[in-house]
């Protein structure tokens, strides 16, 4: 499982962990994870490290310290390295001594930094630096060390660091952030100017959000955790959770001896209308290929239902009167017909005493006092227009900033909510519970009926025991995988997703010790 926590818990850690530790031994171990790291990537790319042009971008804080020890030991290993200071009156003194010991230079020329050494030796050079000299090292650059601001920035990249960015993203070299991609919110994931776009993020001790949610997960490229001793000072129950194969494995249902097509779990499906018949064929594929043991349908679509699935159990309605289930879920498909809002309706699954999940249209229906009453779990799964409309915000907002709409969501209903997106979040009303992040999307996955096969996956989960947080974050996880397998980078069909389910089982199942 990744687990991360908030800037304000690592730097609580980190204060505690310097506390015992030599002056600057916490920034050396930083430093030897990203050079390690570095060289690694400048060899996959170049097949060497002695040679290979490396340009730093370093800031005035911690994190360009980072940058320039690091890069310090890449220069004393054969690399030719120049450092780019953003502001050099307030450069890391000691990274920056390193860095020139080791051979590196300040872009412009080191003329005057062998004058003195830290910020002095950086102002000195920096008097000296040629108009363009920043950019024509960024042109010639094999790597590209990103340690403008790291977890301590807000607000997206200041002006004058734009040009230098945009600069290192045109070159072509490899760029590789310093603990975070610089520009991007380190707790919500939120990106609000220009930032760096990564293609590798050396990340120190913990996972941080912006690593794990959209639209911040995107910058950061592919993600190393370098461990720094950091974890023994870190609370015992992380902010954020992302599944990984063996966390998902513990959490499905395996059947017993015992078991029979009850024992495993009945769900209940109310999807589909006149309009949208289809909606009801894939919420009932979900449900069949995620390990229901027996699915009742109860719909207008029940003959496109039988048609495709004819082991489904079909009702006319209304849902108290079609037997009993363990679970329901309601909603895709429904439209704004009397399937709605009469017999049908939201408000009469949401009185049954067991699980239930409301997606797509049943959304509109909810109202906030009811569910917040109810005693038996509620999961609601909505995508980020949905969202919108039940928080009463553009869309734009709830895309942007995914982590605060998932939290206000999960509160104000006081339900589960699962928000789908590029990166799927998943929160609980108890603020205490982590937030789960799912890791496992692609962007196929946006194909009509695709969140119709989640309703039932997560529906079957729902029936089978698990609690609304663990279903949501097992189905999410399943959906994706499933993508994943159904797709090897070509277009896929929602169907495609749901016959992939068993593969997608069985690959995380693979990991149950």
Not at 54 to 71: F, T
Request: proline share 6%; net charge neutral.
């Amino acid at each position: 499982m990744r687990i991360a926590y908030s800037v304000e818990t690592v730097r609580n850690a980190e204060r505690e962990l310097m506390a015992r530790l030599p002056e600057d031994a916490l920034m050396q171990r930083a430093a030897h994870g990203l050079a390690v790291a570095c060289a690694g990537l400048l060899r996959d790319l170049l097949g060497r490290v002695y040679g290979a042009r490396v340009v730093v971008l370093a800031g005035s804080g911690d994190n360009g310290g980072d940058a320039l020890y690091a890069a310090a030991r890449l220069a004393r290993r054969g690399a030719g390295v120049t450092a780019v200071l953003l502001a050099p009156d307030r450069a890391h003194a000691g990274g920056l001594a390193a860095l020139l010991r080791a051979g590196g230079r300040i872009a412009g020329g080191t003329e005057g930094a062998h004058g003195g050494n830290g910020a002095e030796g950086a102002r000195g050079a920096a008097g000296k630096s040629g108009v363009g000299g920043p950019f024509a090292a960024l042109a010639a650059a094999d790597l590209v060390l990103d340690g403008i601001t790291g977890i301590g920035g807000h607000g997206g990249l200041r002006p004058e660091a734009v040009p230098l960015v945009r600069a290192a993203r045109d070159s072509g070299a490899a760029v590789v952030a310093v603990d975070l991609p610089s520009g991007v919110e380190a707790d919500s994931g939120e990106v609000a100017g220009e930032a760096v776009c990564a293609d590798v993020t050396v990340t120190f001790g913990t996972y941080k959000p912006g690593l794990l949610i959209d639209p911040a997960r995107e910058h950061a490229g592919a993600v190393r955790l370098v461990d720094i001793g950091l974890r023994p000072c870190l609370p015992a129950v992380p902010e954020f959770e992302a599944l990984q194969h063996e966390d998902v494995a513990r959490l499905l249902p395996v059947p017993t001896g015992e078991s029979d097509k009850y024992r495993r779990g009945v769900v209940g499906i109310v999807a589909g209308s006149a309009r949208y018949p289809g909606a009801a064929v894939l919420a009932v594929a979900g449900a069949l290929h995620g390990g229901a043991g027996a699915v009742r349908y109860v719909g207008p679509g029940a003959d496109a239902v039988i048609a495709r699935f004819p082991e489904t159990l079909v009702h006319e309605g209304p849902p108290s009167k079609a037997g009993r289930v363990q679970a329901w879920a309601i909603g895709p498909g429904l439209g704004e017909g009397p399937e709605a809002g009469g017999g049908h309706g939201v408000a009469e699954v949401l009185a049954a005493d067991v699980p239930v999940l409301v997606d797509a249209d049943g959304l509109r229906l909810l109202d906030a006092a009811t569910v917040r009453g109810r005693t038996a779990p509620t999961l609601l799964t909505p995508h980020a227009g949905e969202a919108a409309a039940l928080l009463g915000v553009p869309r734009e907002e709830v895309e942007s900033a995914r982590l605060t709409a998932v939290r206000e969501l999960a509160s104000r209903y006081g339900a589960t909510v699962l928000l789908k997106g590029s990166t799927t979040l998943i929160a609980g009303p108890d603020k205490d519970v982590p937030v789960r992040v799912n890791p496992t999307g692609t962007p196929w996955l946006a194909t009509a009926g695709s969140g119709d096969i989640l309703s039932g996956l997560s529906g079957a989960l729902l029936a089978a025991g698990l609690p609304a947080r663990d279903a949501a974050s097992a189905a999410a996880y399943l959906h994706g995988l499933s993508a994943r397998l159904a797709s090897k980078g070509a277009p896929i069909s929602a169907l495609d997703v749901a016959a992939h389910l068993p593969d997608a089982w069985r690959n995380v199942t693979s990991a149950r010790p």
